[in-house]
Nanobody
């Protein structure tokens, strides 16, 4: 089992920045794929970004490319999501996820989830 705990959410004005962190524990591995998803009220959970194991390739939802950066520190078992130029439409609960296979954008195919952290962007 893998336990994931997110932190770093909050409220920010449009154009601002936030950095989310996700600490992993349990049967963690630097080969695990790590991802970030988000879910806005009344909407399905959607893929935001992912980072593979070694080597660490990154993947992004089109609407966040150039604004969000995913990274990982394997020594700390932590994955980060640096979010810049935030927009009101980025408002959602952000979830950290992990799986031991290749990167996929379908939420139901991921094995482990954190509890989520709220990000609110005001205009």
């Amino acid at each position: 089992q893998v336990q994931l705990v997110e932190s770093g959410g909050g409220s920010v004005q449009a154009g601002g920045s936030l950095r989310l962190s996700c600490a992993a524990s349990g049967r963690t591995s630097s080969n695990y794929v790590m991802g970030w998803f988000r879910q806005a009220p009344g909407k399905e959970r959607e893929f935001v970004a992912a980072i593979s194991g070694r080597p660490s390739f990154t993947y992004y939802k089109d609407s966040v490319k150039g604004r969000f950066t995913i990274s990982r520190d394997n020594a700390k078992n932590t994955v980060y999501l640096q979010m810049s130029s935030l927009k009101p439409e980025d408002t959602a609960v952000y979830y950290c996820s992990a799986r031991d296979k290749v990167v996929v954008s379908t939420a139901t195919l991921w094995d482990y989830w954190g509890q989520g952290t709220q990000v609110t962007v005001s205009s």
